[in-house]
């Protein structure tokens, strides 16, 4: 599931392959994208902000992506499988002799000029990869009042980077119900968690293999409660439940007696 540090890895990933070069040769599913006018343009910037990635092209404009739940980057030496109908958004660019393609992404789109890239930007929260400042974002968290915590922490206009597998390892790090409302918990509470956040991304930033994700550096399973429902808590052996938000179809998954409910936190 790709989340900040795994969209910052791909930056680094992609930068070799496209960056400082002239595309050659590009094919997309996505018309907006003006992949015939970028040919023998420069790749000038690779950045991302939170869950998005920039690929740009000096003023010409930029290729926006966000992965969502299933998009993925590869890279190919020869040309790109690209049938001629897929169900899903694809892109390919090749600079040199390898491919970097896209397939699956949730949002495809190009920002010509800069103006629309910084508009994205003005939504998206403080990007917890790069410098930012956890009292303000305890603070707008704060400020959402009943909504739960493990909502809060996915909000992007908020902190961006945070993704479903870091929101209940950092409730589970910092014992605290899934269901508290964000409007109960100290500042103090609410800022290292955020900071607890932004180490972990930092951390999983450092390892380039994919998949890798840890939030947990010693021995035994890389996660401490994602993905572990029914199975016995690190901690203290009650069994880790798995919760499932209807709305957003997303799990949250908790210890039940490591991280009581409580009043005020
Ligand atoms: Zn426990």
Same mark, same amino acid.
Not at 35 to 38: D, G, N, P
Not at 43 to 46: A, D, F, H, R, S
Not at 62 to 70: A, E, F, K, Q, V
Not at 143 to 146: E, F, P, Q, T, V
């Given at each position: +599931?790709p989340e900040? #540090?795994?969209?910052?890895?791909a930056?680094?990933r992609m930068?070799? !392959?496209?960056l400082?070069?002239?595309i050659?040769?590009?094919?997309t599913?996505?018309? &907006?994208?003006p !992949?015939?006018?970028?040919i023998d343009?420069e790749?000038?910037?690779?950045d991302?902000?939170?869950k @998005?990635?920039?690929?740009?092209?000096?003023?010409?404009g930029?290729? /926006? &992506?966000?992965?969502?739940?299933?998009g993925?980057y590869? @890279?190919?030496?020869?040309a790109?499988p690209f049938?001629?109908?897929q169900p899903?958004h694809?892109?390919a660019?090749r600079?040199?002799?390898?491919? %970097?393609c896209?397939r699956a992404p949730?949002?495809?789109?190009?920002d010509?000029?800069?103006?629309?890239?910084q508009?994205?930007?003005? $939504?998206?929260?403080?990007? $917890?990869?790069?410098?930012?400042?956890?009292n303000v &974002?305890a603070?707008e968290?704060q400020?959402?009042?009943?909504l739960?915590?493990?909502s809060?922490?996915?909000?992007? =206009?908020?902190?961006?980077g945070?993704? =479903?597998?870091y929101?209940s390892?950092?409730?589970?790090?910092e014992r605290v119900?899934?269901?508290?409302?964000?409007?109960?918990?100290?500042?103090?509470?609410?800022?290292? %968690? !955020?900071d607890r956040?932004?180490?972990?991304?930092q951390?999983?930033?450092v390892? @380039?293999?994919?998949?890798r994700r840890?939030?947990r550096f010693g +021995?035994g399973?890389k996660?401490?409660?994602y993905?572990?429902g029914?199975e016995? *808590?690190?901690? *203290?052996g009650a069994?880790?439940?798995?919760?499932? #938000?209807r709305e +957003?179809a /997303?799990?949250? @998954?908790?210890?039940?007696?490591?991280?009581?409910?409580?009043a005020?936190v």
């Open positions: +599931m900040g #540090d795994s969209i910052h890895r930056a680094t930068r070799p !392959v496209l400082g070069k002239k050659e040769e590009g094919l599913t996505k018309a &907006i994208i !992949v015939s006018r970028l343009r790749v000038t910037e690779i991302t902000h939170g @998005y990635l920039f690929i740009r092209f000096g003023t010409f930029s290729i /926006r &992506i966000h992965l969502g739940m299933d993925r590869f @890279y190919r030496r020869l790109p049938p001629p109908t899903v694809l892109l660019l600079a040199g002799k390898a491919w %970097m896209c949730k949002i495809l789109d190009w010509a000029p800069l103006v629309r890239e508009e994205v930007r003005g $939504l998206s929260g403080q990007d $917890l990869l790069k410098e930012h400042d956890s &974002i603070q968290m400020r959402l009042g009943d739960p915590i493990a809060a922490l996915l909000r992007q =206009n908020i902190a961006a945070i993704g =479903n597998v929101k390892e950092i409730l589970f790090l119900h899934p269901e508290t409302a964000t409007g109960d918990l100290s500042l103090e509470k609410l800022k290292a %968690m !955020v956040a932004a180490w972990l991304l951390r999983n930033v390892s @380039y293999t994919r998949d840890t939030t +021995m399973p996660l401490s409660v993905g572990r029914d016995p *808590c690190l901690k *203290c069994r880790i439940v798995r919760m499932v #938000d +957003m /997303r799990s949250t @998954y908790f210890c039940p007696s490591c991280q009581k409910r409580r005020s």
